[in-house]
C-alpha cells in the first residue's frame, strides 16, 4: 500500500494544517493554541498579525493525573488571558481529537471567563 501520510504524526500535522488554514489569532482575538505530548500539554495564546505569543502555560508546571493537570492548565491559562485583558479567543486544538485532556481543558478555560 502507498499511503502518502504513514504515521500518526504525519495525520495529525495534516489536520493541524488544515485548521490553521482558517484559524488565524489578533491581538483583540488571539488563537489559544495546544500542544500535547504523552507526557505534557501546553497552551499559547498566540497574535498571528504580530506574531507574538501574548501568554503560555506548560504542563511543566504542575502535577497530578493528566485530566488534573488540565484543569490547572485551563485555569492558568484563562487567569494569565485575563491579565492581558483578553476574554474572547479562537480555540486551536493543533489537530489533536476534540477529547479528554483538549476537552477538559477548553471547557476549564471557558469556566475560567474565557469565550470561544
Given at each position: 500500500m502507498n499511503h502518502s501520510a504513514t504515521t500518526n504524526k504525519?495525520?495529525?500535522?495534516?489536520?493541524?494544517a488544515r485548521v490553521r488554514s482558517r484559524v488565524s489569532g489578533t491581538?483583540?482575538?488571539p488563537r489559544l493554541a495546544v500542544y500535547k505530548s504523552n507526557?505534557?500539554?501546553s497552551v499559547q495564546l498566540?497574535?498571528?498579525e504580530a506574531g507574538k505569543t501574548i501568554a503560555s502555560?506548560?504542563?511543566r508546571e504542575f502535577s497530578g493525573t493528566p485530566s488534573e493537570r488540565a484543569i490547572a492548565i485551563g485555569k492558568a491559562i484563562a487567569e494569565r488571558a485575563?491579565?492581558?485583558d483578553i476574554t474572547k479567543v479562537v480555540f486551536?486544538?493543533?489537530?489533536?481529537?476534540y477529547a479528554a485532556s483538549i476537552k477538559t481543558l477548553a471547557d476549564t478555560a471557558r469556566e475560567g471567563g474565557l469565550i470561544f
Open positions: 504525519e495525520l495529525r500535522e495534516r489536520r493541524h491581538s483583540t482575538c507526557r505534557f500539554m498566540i497574535d498571528d502555560v506548560h504542563g485575563q491579565k492581558a486551536d486544538r493543533g489537530g489533536f481529537r
